[in-house]
Each structure stands twice: as C-alpha cells, then as structure tokens.
C-alpha cells in the first residue's frame, strides 16, 4: 500500500497549525515554504482538510488556516480520509474469475479469499489509524525533536502567524 505524499504534507500541516496562538491563521504559502512545497500543490490538500472540517479557511488580508478541532479530537485516518477517500486501498477485481481457468460466474458465490483477507487488514490498519491522534504526533515530535528544529518551527511560527483583525 503506497500512501501519497499529500498524506504526509496533511498531517504536516496539521501539526504546525496546532502550534500556532489562538486567534491566529497561517497563510498556505508559509505553510508550503516551511515544508518545501509547491503552494498550488499543498493548497489541493488544504482545501481537503478544509472540506472535511479539520481546518478552517479564514479569507482576507489576515487569512490563512488553522485547526477547526482541537488536536485530541482529530486522528490520524480522518486525515487519511480526507486526502485519499473513503475507498479501501485494495480493490478486489475479481481477477480469479479470467484466464484459461475461469468457471461460470455462478462457481464464484463465495467471497474471494484474498478479498476478505485485504479488508480485514484495511479494518486494523484503519482502527490503529483511528486510535493515533494529532496531539500524540506533536506530544511524540516534542519530546523526540532535536531543540533546533523545535527552535526554528517556533521562530517560523512566530513570523509568519497573523492576528485576525
């Protein structure tokens, strides 16, 4: 399974808005050069976020993003959802059912092993997402980062934040 890119920028994102003051936005370009993103791409992912209600979009001079929900109340899969969709990663095509071999659609009445077997993986990979929130990603990054790295995000924060007038 091959988690796009988007996922990771999403959760990013996230964890840096959870970050900033109250009352306060951070525009989708700080957002992007903090990341090293291209900001018409990272802004496809916000507006993900935006439409799955784990971000606000606040427009205006002083607009940007901030976290709609408080960092507990947002786990990793909503995260996941918004970016990739609700469709599980692995489609059955029931591809048993081609080839020199194939029976009558009729031989095919129970589930494909495979099938079941990918959707039960699906459904623990989904619960373990569930269970991982962002507060515990930042609560893990706060007591793992290097304190230059925790220094620079602060000082980016700082600058680039803006007060909603």
């Not at 971000?55 to 947002?74: D, F, M, N, Q, T």
């Not at 129970?110 to 991982?132: S, T, V």
């Amino acid at each position: 399974m091959k988690i796009s890119e988007g996922v990771e920028a999403a959760i990013h994102c996230a964890a840096v808005l959870a970050g900033i003051e109250k009352g306060t936005t951070l525009p989708a370009s700080a957002l992007a050069e903090l990341h090293g993103l291209s900001p018409t791409y990272l802004v496809k992912h916000l507006k993900q976020l935006v439409a799955a209600k784990l971000l606000e979009s606040v427009p205006g001079p002083h607009g940007g993003y901030r976290l709609a929900k408080k960092p507990s109340a947002i786990s990793l899969l909503d995260i996941v959802l918004a970016v990739e969709g609700p469709k599980p990663a692995f489609r059955c095509a029931e591809i048993r059912q081609r080839g020199p071999g194939a029976l009558e659609p009729e031989a095919y009445v129970k589930p494909c092993g495979i099938n079941a077997a990918m959707l039960r993986a699906e459904r623990a990979w989904r619960a373990a997402l569930a269970a991982e929130k962002l507060s515990d990603v930042i609560a893990g990054y706060e007591e793992s980062a290097d304190p230059r790295a925790v220094a620079f995000n602060c000082a980016f924060l700082a600058r680039h934040q803006r007060p909603q007038g």
